[in-house]
């Protein structure tokens, strides 16, 4: 568990087989020569973990190799212990203030006599004024520094807990998705519910209960003036004469917690709409017909064996002869080789007539012909120190594209390498050099300010 702890959970949460197995092999090789005894190869303990059910393979869309990482109840088992190993104290004040906030919020909220929400409304603008007036009479009132830190302590808690949740919340839609898949396989009719719900474009992942759950998070998240507020809240806790008592990994962890909750949840997106994709693309190529039919054959030859197992002994010999397939094998002689002579290009390059361009027109052609990065780059510079997260779109209609679509493409390029991508689209529009509106969609990429200091430095 501490190997897995230090090369899936302390560092990147996904890691390629290759990468996987050879920081194994090291963290074994120390191990070794610390007088541990380890007898099998990393294989044949990735073998036993992945059999345990606590490390997990997926083969990406798109990926060369497999990607190895935690099971949501190995990671929960982790922090578990890790806890014990840290533990906090057993009541403290601010869990129990978030209790109590959580529970009046809840209270207010569904109480549907306006009566009471007037008292509750009129209540809490009497205790504003109260403060407001203390305020004038006795100056600001803080809280002490351990209770600030105690507080900070909870909320980063509360915030691993989140980003952990990202994992479950993915294996939820993997049950989903196979659990979709085993109602068409198993469905007798011609059209069950699952396949008439297909046809008819409704997306079944997004408009189930996780899936609706996700998309209420994923809005809330990409919200502009809710990603301002936390980008602002974030940088006053973390400047604050208390912060100073926090441990470099809790500082960190706040510092990005913004581009941690945009990655998980941008990754999670990612994977729910392959899967609605790829249960579209199941049921439109009729794939689902093909393995229903299997499906349905397996069925017959279990019941039919379950129906003479009473009368027929399984080393009993059969009077039935079974042809197994083959491949048609042909000579290598047989292959004709392909002659890259054949197709030689012309090499010859003729002498061209000397022209009379001066810096600026040499300037001018290299500006229309490559894309202006450096100028992008100040936009970006400009725009995430006035606000926390931007996209192609709003950046757009905030600077004009001086290059026309040249600076579209470039700033696709510079969030393909510095933002984050997700796999939604965004409608943008620009002023063409003839004076001509256009417009096109472009993958949904947000420029995120505590993910763009790698930008800045360039």
């Given at each position: 568990m501490g190997l897995m702890q230090c090369l899936l959970l302390e560092q990147e949460k996904t890691l390629p087989s290759s990468v996987f197995h050879e920081r194994l092999s090291r963290e074994i090789d120390t191990l070794r020569a610390h007088g541990h005894d380890l007898p099998q190869t990393p294989q044949a303990y990735v073998a036993d973990w992945i059999g345990e059910g606590w490390l997990s393979r997926r083969f990406p869309a798109g990926a060369s190799e497999e990607e190895f990482e935690l099971t949501a109840e190995a990671t929960s088992a982790l922090r578990f212990l890790n806890g014990l190993l840290k533990p906090r104290t057993a009541a403290t004040e601010s869990r129990l203030a978030t209790v109590i906030l959580q529970l009046t919020r809840l209270a207010d909220e569904t109480d549907a006599n306006p009566e009471t929400r007037r008292a509750t409304l009129i209540a809490e603008r009497e205790r504003i004024d109260a403060e407001l007036l203390a305020l004038e009479r006795e100056g600001v009132k803080t809280l002490p520094e351990e209770r600030a830190l105690e507080r900070v302590r909870e909320i980063i808690a509360l915030a691993e807990e989140l980003a952990s949740d990202f994992r479950n919340v993915r294996d939820e839609f993997d049950k989903l998705n196979r659990g979709l898949r085993q109602s068409l396989m198993e469905s007798d009719g011609s059209r069950g519910e699952v396949l008439e719900a297909l046809f008819a474009g409704v997306d079944l992942?997004?408009?189930?209960?996780?899936?609706?759950?996700?998309?209420?998070?994923?809005?809330?998240?990409?919200?502009?003036?809710?990603?301002?507020?936390?980008?602002?809240?974030?940088?006053?806790?973390?400047?604050?004469?208390?912060?100073?008592?926090?441990?470099?990994?809790?500082?960190?962890?706040?510092?990005?917690?913004?581009?941690?909750?945009?990655?998980?949840?941008?990754?999670?997106?990612?994977?729910?709409?392959?899967?609605?994709?790829?249960?579209?693309?199941?049921?439109?190529?009729?794939?689902?017909?093909?393995?229903?039919?299997?499906?349905?054959?397996?069925?017959?030859?279990?019941?039919?064996?379950?129906?003479?197992?009473?009368?027929?002994?399984?080393?009993?010999?059969?009077?039935?002869?079974?042809?197994?397939?083959?491949?048609r094998l042909r000579s290598v002689s047989q292959w004709e080789l392909h002659d890259p002579s054949l197709n030689v290009a012309d090499t010859a390059m003729p002498e061209a007539e000397p022209s009379e361009l001066g810096l600026?027109?040499?300037?001018?052609?290299?500006?229309?012909?490559?894309?202006?990065?450096?100028?992008?780059?100040?936009?970006?510079?400009?725009?995430?120190?006035?606000?926390?997260?931007?996209?192609?779109?709003?950046?757009?209609?905030?600077?004009?594209?001086?290059?026309?679509?040249?600076?579209?493409?470039?700033?696709?390029?510079?969030?393909?390498?510095?933002?984050?991508?997700?796999?939604?689209?965004?409608?943008?529009?620009?002023?063409?050099?003839?004076?001509?509106?256009?417009?096109?969609?472009?993958?949904?990429?947000?420029?995120?300010?505590?993910?763009?200091?790698?930008?800045?430095?360039?």
């Amino acid at each position: 568990m501490g190997l897995m702890q230090c090369l899936l959970l302390e560092q990147e949460k996904t890691l390629p087989s290759s990468v996987f197995h050879e920081r194994l092999s090291r963290e074994i090789d120390t191990l070794r020569a610390h007088g541990h005894d380890l007898p099998q190869t990393p294989q044949a303990y990735v073998a036993d973990w992945i059999g345990e059910g606590w490390l997990s393979r997926r083969f990406p869309a798109g990926a060369s190799e497999e990607e190895f990482e935690l099971t949501a109840e190995a990671t929960s088992a982790l922090r578990f212990l890790n806890g014990l190993l840290k533990p906090r104290t057993a009541a403290t004040e601010s869990r129990l203030a978030t209790v109590i906030l959580q529970l009046t919020r809840l209270a207010d909220e569904t109480d549907a006599n306006p009566e009471t929400r007037r008292a509750t409304l009129i209540a809490e603008r009497e205790r504003i004024d109260a403060e407001l007036l203390a305020l004038e009479r006795e100056g600001v009132k803080t809280l002490p520094e351990e209770r600030a830190l105690e507080r900070v302590r909870e909320i980063i808690a509360l915030a691993e807990e989140l980003a952990s949740d990202f994992r479950n919340v993915r294996d939820e839609f993997d049950k989903l998705n196979r659990g979709l898949r085993q109602s068409l396989m198993e469905s007798d009719g011609s059209r069950g519910e699952v396949l008439e719900a297909l046809f008819a474009g409704v997306d079944l992942i997004a408009q189930s209960e996780h899936g609706k759950t996700f998309n209420a998070f994923w809005r809330l998240l990409t919200d502009g003036e809710q990603a301002a507020t936390l980008m602002e809240s974030l940088e006053s806790v973390t400047s604050r004469a208390f912060a100073r008592g926090l441990e470099l990994k809790e500082r960190r962890f706040l510092q990005n917690l913004t581009g941690t909750l945009m990655a998980e949840g941008g990754s999670v997106h990612e994977v729910v709409q392959q899967f609605a994709r790829s249960l579209k693309t199941f049921v439109q190529s009729r794939e689902f017909q093909e393995q229903r039919r299997l499906h349905s054959l397996l069925r017959e030859a279990q019941q039919a064996a379950l129906q003479a197992r009473d009368s027929i002994r399984p080393n009993s010999q059969l009077d039935y002869s079974l042809s197994l397939t083959s491949s048609r094998l042909r000579s290598v002689s047989q292959w004709e080789l392909h002659d890259p002579s054949l197709n030689v290009a012309d090499t010859a390059m003729p002498e061209a007539e000397p022209s009379e361009l001066g810096l600026d027109v040499v300037e001018e052609l290299v500006r229309q012909s490559e894309i202006d990065f450096r100028t992008l780059r100040q936009h970006l510079r400009e725009a995430l120190s006035e606000q926390s997260q931007i996209t192609v779109g709003q950046l757009l209609n905030r600077f004009p594209a001086e290059q026309g679509f040249g600076s579209v493409v470039g700033y696709v390029a510079l969030g393909a390498k510095h933002g984050e991508v997700t796999s939604e689209t965004e409608l943008v529009s620009w002023l063409g050099s003839d004076e001509k509106q256009r417009k096109a969609k472009v993958p949904a990429i947000y420029f995120v300010r505590e993910s763009m200091l790698e930008l800045f430095n360039e």
